[in-house]
């Protein structure tokens, strides 16, 4: 027991030396091992036995006391014990979108005119911190970055600030500013264009070849870039666009200075539409307003250095034209002196002082050429338009609008010769011809001067002057007249200022009331009478019309007496052929019958007058002796007896009173009038002769 006791005691002494003893290796071994995995980074620090760091350092080269430069790779690393400690942290993991920003802690100081570190070589993208320092590193923020990937980085000499890469997506630009480089040249806001930067991915190429701090000329265009944002600035803006049936106006911000005699640059060659900067100022491009225009699309124009402005197409409709006046061109005094001076050509234009104005292309002013109905694309900074109707314009002076497009005054209120207030309606009817239209534009300037200036005074002062030679009632008869005189004063006029005078027309004469029913009047009567007038040759054209309608209704029995007329006419000739045969047979049977009638007759006669001698004489003696009322008397009562007078009434007519001497009364009545008469009564058998009153 007592031996067990002894070994006991004696192993337990000797096993805790021994377990010391192990512990005291296994200290060591684990003080002088370094195992790095594949995805750490191991830092080694130097704690005692070695050199001083140089004041102002932060890490320590290989044989100084401190943090070291180097790194550990992977594997495994035997270091001396208790001199060295090693620390690990994960390796820098700069993913596919991102790019790694790197700052050094330590290294070289920058030179005072800069702000970045100059990119040195040989240090494996930081990787080789010891090397960075050795080849002259400089400390602070690096314009190298660090691109996708995984690296074992010092995070004690240089700090990493991992940022998206810069993506522009499509239809928009990228304005980059530089916050390091050399000054922007005097006069110019943008730093000009740097070759060999990679699109601003290299930034020590950019600084190397000059590349100059502040805004740039140069854009990025959609992608995706790895570029250093501490160096330079990325703002992303929208790409230029021009909508359809729009134009984009260009204003340079930069470039050679515009000439004060001229209002728009002039165009310049090879700057691809405005979106290649550098170009449009190596070929001397000038600031202001720019000749050339954007056309409909998409535009990848750096905005700091182009304003663009949206402006309408020039829509030129059916019934139109537009003059053009140019602002850039040459001078066209040029012409004005030839046409003042010797004449150079035989173009009659010369002669004329108003179109001097007008000119041919390539000179400033007013364009000959205009431009008929359809759709331009025209720089409205270098190209004013003016529209010119070349279809009638109507222009009224009346209470109402006869066309909603007609320009309307109030009537005309004149005073005749006789003193009397007219008040006119007129209507005038313009034209402008195309080829007129430059010509017009340079004498009056638009259509409203035109109608405001030119034709309501011309109208107005020309029936005034009319009205004034003549009578109000006549300038009314007159009215065709007065308004052709009035229409061939207006057109020579109006020659004057290249306008054609379609017609003026006098639509309304109101004249004084009093002065109206005067006229009134007279046209009613006189209507009245062609209405009489009217109403009588339709009579006669009645009358005319049944007379042809009674002469056609017996047109028949005219055409039968017609032929019976002739069949007449036959048997006339024919009767006429026989009479003169049987008359030529007879004439010697006739001539002796008369011979011996005559003789007859002539005895019959001498009888009879000495019976007719012998009668008439009884008949005065009678007449001598007893009077001729009761000489007729007693005739009549012969004629009664002999039945030759009827003296019995048909029809009796006898008074109230039954008066039966009403009859006789009657014939003395009768008797009485017949002598009074002077009638004288002679007996039926004998002939009446008349008597003479003496």
Not at 109 to 133: C, M, W, Y
Not at 281 to 304: A, E, H, S, V
Not at 533 to 541: G, L
Request: with cysteine; hydrophobic share 40%.
């Amino acid at each position: 027991m007592d031996i067990i006791s002894s070994i006991f005691d004696l192993l337990t002494g000797q096993g805790v030396f021994f377990l010391f003893l192990a512990v005291l290796i296994l200290f060591i071994i684990y003080n002088s091992i370094a195992i790095v995995g594949g995805s750490e980074t191991a830092i080694l620090e130097r704690r005692w036995i070695g050199k001083q760091m140089p004041e102002g350092r932060v890490v320590a080269m290989g044989n100084e006391v401190g943090v070291q430069a180097r790194l550990l790779g992977p594997g495994l690393h035997f270091l001396f014990p208790f001199i060295y400690r090693v620390q690990k942290f994960p390796m820098v993991d700069v993913r596919e979108d991102e790019i790694g920003l790197v700052e050094s802690i330590d290294g070289v100081p920058v030179e005072t005119s800069r702000i970045f570190a100059k990119v040195v070589e040989g240090h494996n993208l930081f990787q080789d911190g010891e090397l960075f320092l050795k080849n002259g590193g400089e400390k602070g923020p690096q314009i190298q970055l660090l691109p996708p990937g995984r690296y074992r980085v010092n995070p004690y000499l240089f700090r990493v600030e991992k940022v998206p890469a810069i993506a522009i997506p499509k239809g928009k630009i990228g304005l980059v500013s530089s916050t390091d480089g050399r000054q922007i040249d005097a006069g110019r806001l943008l730093g000009k264009s740097i070759p060999d930067h990679d699109n601003f991915q290299n930034g020590q190429s950019f600084l190397e070849h000059g590349g100059q701090k502040g805004p740039q000329l140069d854009i990025l265009l959609a992608g995706t870039y790895r570029i250093n944002t501490k160096l330079f600035q990325i703002e992303i803006r929208e790409a230029t666009i021009i909508p359809t049936k729009k134009i984009g106006l260009v204003t340079a911000r930069d470039g050679e200075p515009l000439p004060s005699s001229e209002y728009v640059a002039c165009s310049v060659q090879g700057h691809r539409e405005f979106q290649d900067a550098s170009t449009f100022l190596k070929n001397n491009g000038q600031r202001g307003p720019q000749l050339d225009f954007l056309k409909p699309g998409i535009y990848y124009i750096n905005p700091l250095m182009f304003d663009v402005t949206l402006d309408e197409v020039l829509n030129v409709q059916r019934g139109e034209v537009a003059v053009v006046v140019s602002n850039v061109g040459k001078d066209p005094t040029e012409l004005i002196k030839q046409a003042d001076g010797k004449p150079v050509t035989s173009d009659e234009r010369l002669k004329s002082g108003v179109e001097r104005y007008v000119v041919d292309a390539g000179y400033r002013g007013i364009q000959r050429e205009v431009l008929g109905p359809g759709t331009y694309y025209l720089n409205k900074l270098a190209y004013t338009s003016h529209i010119i109707p070349t279809t009638n314009i109507t222009i009224d002076w009346a209470d109402e609008k006869s066309d909603v497009k007609a320009r309307v005054f109030n009537p005309l209120l004149i005073v005749s010769k006789d003193g009397f207030e007219m008040t006119i309606s007129v209507k005038v009817i313009i034209r402008v011809l195309p080829q007129q239209a430059p010509h017009m534009l340079a004498r009056i300037g638009t259509i409203e001067n035109l109608i405001e200036h030119v034709i309501h005074p011309l109208i107005d002062s020309s029936f005034r002057n009319q009205a004034s030679s003549s009578e109000a009632m006549k300038f009314m008869q007159d009215r065709h007249e007065e308004q052709r005189k009035a229409e061939e004063h207006i057109a020579d006029e109006l020659t004057k200022y290249h306008v054609e005078c379609v017609s003026v027309l006098i639509c309304q004469i109101v004249l004084p009331e009093r002065l109206m029913e005067t006229l009134t009047s007279k046209v009613v009567a006189s209507q009245q009478k062609s209405m009489y007038d009217s109403q009588q040759e339709a009579e006669e054209r009645r009358r005319e019309m049944e007379k042809t309608k009674a002469q056609a209704n017996l047109q028949p029995d005219l055409v039968k007496a017609e032929i019976s007329v002739q069949i007449a006419n036959q048997q006339k000739q024919q009767a006429i052929v026989l009479a003169e045969g049987k008359g030529q047979s007879t004439k010697l049977e006739q001539e002796g019958a008369a011979a011996g009638i005559e003789a007859v007759g002539r005895a019959e006669g001498e009888k009879i007058r000495a019976i007719g001698q012998a009668t008439a004489e009884a008949y005065t003696r009678q007449s001598q002796a007893v009077g001729q009322m009761p000489l007729a008397l007693i005739e009549i009562m012969k004629q009664i007896s002999s039945g030759n007078i009827k003296i019995t009434p048909d029809v009796m007519v006898q008074s109230e009173k039954g008066d039966g001497n009403a009859s006789s009364n009657v014939l003395s009545a009768f008797l009485a009038s017949l002598m009074a008469s002077g009638m004288k009564l002679v007996p039926a058998s004998e002939p009446v002769k008349p008597t003479t009153k003496a």
